[in-house]
């Protein structure tokens, strides 16, 4: 395909997110404390925190997005923002084209 038909680097999205607890938390799974002795330290947090989940798409044309979501993140939610966010760029440019979002 990319031999033959000139494959368009611009149809390809780079996605991702990213979810903000609205408490504060902040996740620290990757920070590390050393000490010379344990310092027996816990921390209570609540199970399901209320969270915004901040999605966002980049690529060599521009960027889609950002998209707040409040709501958990589905399939169905997901189709939908890039079914959204596909139509607008399509409608801009006016002429469809192929996506790939990674």
Known sequence: MIDSE???VGCIWFTDEAHFHLNGFVNKQNWRFWGSENP???EAKPLYSPKVTVW???CSRGIIGPFFIRETVTSERYVAILEQSVATQQVLEDRPRT???M
């Open 56 to 58: 966002a798409a980049v």
């Open 40 to 42: 027996y330290w816990c």
């Open 99 to 101: 996506e790939w979002f």
């Open 6 to 8: 000139g494959f368009d």
